[in-house]
């Protein structure tokens, strides 16, 4: 399958996997990216002596690099009922595709964990040359869930307990309560958190602003609640507020957490632009 | 309501079921799914009557669907005044001594000449007049009841006219007595169940007075209640026309009974204010008969008796006629009708009424549903 968008996959924070990468890592080590100096000590390569220095200060002094890394990848992608209105899967399982293909090119590993109410399916990161193939299988046989509601708390807490660190990717509506997840995530009070996670908020078009619809009378059933409300739709310019008002408070508390999130509408022509922008901001914003 | 009620009231219970299917509708409505519904869309919810109209009108069209099966129905009640009309019941012997010739030198009977002035009567009372026809010889018959039709009237008395060899003629002459009291009690009972609704006597109870008019004169006379309070007889005559004797029972049937007494017959009468008038040709009356009819002190006088000689001419009959007329006075009737009154076709007429009305909010702009 080839992927439909180019995304380049740029973390925040420095990663901690062991697994040499292009990155460089958070921890000092055998990589290319210059981390100081510091003063010979006995047993250290003389290959490392940085010798202008040690001319200017007459005293041995050794280069330390930063540690080559690679970032786990984890895409948790949210196939719950409400995720199948329209063509908000199509676009997730586009965003999944894509950001698999953008990590496993540059060799950092990838894994997918698809999630309802619960956890559905666990791909854990790898970067074996396979690894895309399961994640696409993974995805076309996403299982016909007869969950209804979205729970993040589940596959978060799955994450935070298999892997040590990675650098997350939530794909979904995010129609559920996203009060606990202050309690879930690490990242809003550490300056290098573990786990690093990016929200996409994916969205039909009637969900980001009702167009085309005259005055009438609409039900309007929950696909994950089956809950019934009977709109007035005269107030089409107030359904819309709504709606807006509802999207940037999902923006509001995933901030809160450390989350940053970029929403995209399924009729949006600029996915591509819009998830690398996400992602190159994030890093500019690095301090 | 007078007269309320319904024709298939089971049906009713098929309102019962009117739960079940708003329950059905709520089920089976189209909802657009959607992938969530937040509580600050319940600003948004339409107001009552925009919420709840469908179930509105399918409630009231399954009512009138229902109720137009029950049909109900009530009575419609109708007033009718009748004033200044007088009931009159000519009685005419038809026996076979009506059948002598009037004169030596006349072709027409005794009979004939009665009729002649019973037309001319008829002829001579008012339109708004009520007039009966009863013959009788040993057996009474009605002829008409009380009518307007003077035409009706005309033709019946045409069938008895001896030349008219009517099956009628033939029976009535064939009986040779002169029961009087069968033929005034008849015109009695034809007044008594033409009063008003809530005057008018059933036919058991006209039989039952019967009983009491069976018996000697003087015995205590049972009058019905709704008679009583009718205060009827203001405008009510009977005319005996007769040239047989008049007296209280027939020979004939004295011993087997079951004749009502013409001095009982007189007395309820004058008891129900009925007026009562003789016109014997050449006939003899009774004195119990003559006795009865004089009035008393304390009592209003019942008619008059009227003997002439055989060879009375239509004039002399038209005199006595224009005398009676002078003593009726006038009576104001009212008539009170109930008529049934099914409700089926309006209320089906109601339900498509709706229905269309219900069309016509569905696609307006704002109650359509999307």
């Known amino acids: ?254 901030a809160g957490v450390g989350v940053d999130s970029a929403v995209l509408p399924t009729s949006a022509t600029d996915i591509q632009a819009r998830v690398n922008t996400l992602l190159a901001r994030r890093l500019a914003a690095r301090v | 309501m007078p007269g309320f009620e319904l024709q298939y009231p089971l049906a009713l219970l098929l309102l019962l079921l009117a739960p079940l299917f708003l329950v059905l509708r709520r089920h089976t409505r189209r909802k657009l799914p959607f992938p969530a519904i937040f509580p600050e869309m319940a600003s948004l919810r339409p107001s009552f009557w925009k919420r709840n109209y469908n179930g509105i009108f399918f409630s009231l069209v399954y009512a009138c669907m229902v109720l137009s099966l029950v049909n109900p129905g009530y009575s419609k009640e109708t007033v009718e005044d009748f004033i200044e009309s007088k009931w009159l019941f000519l009685a005419l012997d038809m026996s076979g001594s009506m059948k002598r010739p009037a004169s030596r030198f006349s072709d027409q009977s005794l009979g004939d000449l009665a009729l002649d002035g019973i037309t001319s009567f008829i002829d001579m009372r008012r339109d708004k007049d009520y007039i009966g026809l009863v013959a009788f010889s040993s057996y009474a018959k009605l002829l008409a009841p009380l009518t307007f039709d003077k035409e009706l009237l005309r033709a019946k008395l045409d069938l008895v006219r001896s030349k008219s060899h009517s099956r009628i003629a033939r029976e009535l002459g064939a009986g040779g007595g002169t029961n009087a009291s069968e033929a005034t009690w008849l015109c009695l009972s034809a007044f008594f169940s033409m009063l008003p609704e809530e005057n008018r006597l059933s036919v058991e109870q006209i039989a039952g007075m019967r009983e009491f008019l069976l018996g000697e004169p003087g015995a205590l006379l049972d009058i019905p209640q709704k008679i009583r309070h009718a205060t009827p007889g203001k405008g009510m005559a009977v005319i005996l026309f007769t040239d047989g004797r008049i007296e209280p029972t027939q020979r004939a049937h004295v011993q087997r009974g079951g004749l009502p007494n013409l001095v009982n017959i007189i007395t309820l009468m004058k008891a129900v204010g009925v007026r009562f008038y003789i016109i014997s040709v050449g006939g003899e009356i009774d004195a119990a008969v003559e006795k009865a009819m004089q009035p008393t002190t304390d009592e209003p006088t019942v008619g008059r008796i009227f003997v002439t000689s055989r060879g009375l001419d239509r004039e002399q009959i038209e005199e006595v006629y224009r005398e009676i007329d002078i003593l009726e006075t006038n009576r104001n009737l009212t008539r009170i009708t109930l008529q049934p009154r099914w409700t089926r076709w309006p209320l089906t007429l109601l339900t498509f009424g709706l229905m269309a009305l219900h069309l016509v909010l569905r696609s307006l702009q704002g109650l359509r549903k999307l």
Request: glycine letters at 6%; aromatic letters at 8%; a positive charge.
């Open chain 1, 1 to 254: 399958m080839k992927p439909p968008y180019r995304f380049d996959v740029l973390p925040k924070h420095p990663p901690r996997n062991d697994m040499a990468g292009d990155w460089a890592g958070l921890d000092k080590g055998t990589g290319y990216e210059f981390w100081g100096l510091r003063k010979y000590l006995p047993g250290d390569s003389w290959s490392r002596i940085d010798w202008k220095a040690c001319a200017r200060s007459g005293e041995l002094h050794v280069r330390e690099f930063l540690k080559d890394s690679a970032y786990n990848l984890m895409l948790l992608c949210d196939i719950s009922r409400s995720m199948h209105f329209g063509n908000k899967f199509g676009l997730a399982k586009d965003l999944t595709v894509s950001l698999a293909h953008a990590a496993l090119r540059s060799n950092n590993p990838c894994g997918l964990l698809l999630f309802a109410d619960k956890v559905l399916t666990w791909i854990p990161p790898s970067a074996a040359p396979r690894q895309f193939h399961h994640i696409v299988s993974a995805l076309q046989q996403a299982p016909s869930t007869k969950n209804r509601k979205t729970q993040l708390a589940p596959p978060l807490k799955l994450v935070m307990k298999r892997l040590s660190s990675c650098f997350g990717v939530i794909i979904s509506d995010f129609h559920t309560d996203l009060s606990s997840l202050k309690s879930l995530m690490d990242a809003a009070d550490q300056r290098f958190p573990a786990h690093e996670m990016v929200a996409l908020h994916v969205l039909e078009d009637s969900e980001y602003h009702l167009t085309g619809v005259k005055d009438g009378l609409l039900t309007l059933q929950d696909m994950e609640s089956g809950q019934q409300m009977a709109l007035d739709l005269s107030g089409l310019q107030e359904f819309n507020t709504l709606l807006r008002l509802k999207r940037e408070r999902t923006a509001r508390a995933l």
